[in-house]
């Protein structure tokens, strides 16, 4: 490949170049006429600079790696071997990973992340608390004022919250209602204000 090919020094290309063997001549003459003045960077530079680039690149980045898994040993689409698939599944650790999480917390939100996706459904009082300005104990009397969460097994940590997959989902499904809630009732308000209009314009055209 053109892109391992190691690049000759100058001393070298010149030396080959003026051998009196006319192949090894013949050979480099090429090299030595677009020789210029400028080194050109060697294999090992090139490697240099690209692995340095990718490490800038991973430095300034969040990098994450993705388990794969052979649906089938035929290496064919639409073929699923269920038996194949879960002997990987126990093999690399992924069923004790899966009951690990399920017996802990596997959702862990940021208090502002939460203030700002469920604002909504805070008391009144709750809703003007600044998201990045909350503590952990403003956070804990939050979270015991959801009614939903009331009386469950959640945490409060320093900078997160802490919470079950069934308590994720039931939160995840009451803020879907109250979104839709809310989207109604904005509908209703913009229906009845293009009404009064309609209405309006009829009358002064009457």
């Known amino acids: 490949l053109e892109k391992n090919r190691d690049t000759f020094s100058k001393d070298l290309i010149r030396l080959l170049h003026g051998s009196r063997v006319s192949l090894v001549h013949m050979f480099f003459k090429s090299d030595f006429e677009e020789m210029g ?59 004790e990973t899966v009951k690990i999480r399920m017996v802990g ?8 992340n939460f203030m700002k996706r469920y604002w909504m459904m805070l008391s009144k009082d709750m809703k003007d608390a600044p998201p990045n300005d909350v503590n ?20 409060v940590g320093r900078t997160k919250l802490f919470l079950k ?24 308000r913009i229906l009845l204000w293009l009404t009064r209009i309609r209405l309006k314009r009829r009358r002064a055209a009457a």
């Open 37 to 95: 003045f400028k080194v050109p960077p060697t294999l090992a530079t090139q490697f240099r600079s690209s692995l340095d680039a990718m490490m800038s690149e991973l430095r300034g980045s969040e990098p994450f790696f993705v388990r794969c898994i052979k649906p089938n040993m035929m290496m064919q689409p639409t073929v699923f071997d269920r038996q194949l698939v879960l002997k990987q599944l126990r093999y690399s650790g992924m069923m």
């Open 105 to 112: 917390y596997p959702v862990r939100m940021v208090f502002a």
């Open 136 to 155: 952990k104990l403003l956070m804990e009397k939050i979270v015991k004022r959801i009614k939903m969460l009331e009386g469950k097994d959640w945490q």
């Open 165 to 188: 997959e069934e308590q994720y989902e039931d939160l995840e499904t009451k803020r879907g209602e109250v979104v839709s809630f809310m989207a109604t009732k904005i509908q209703r």
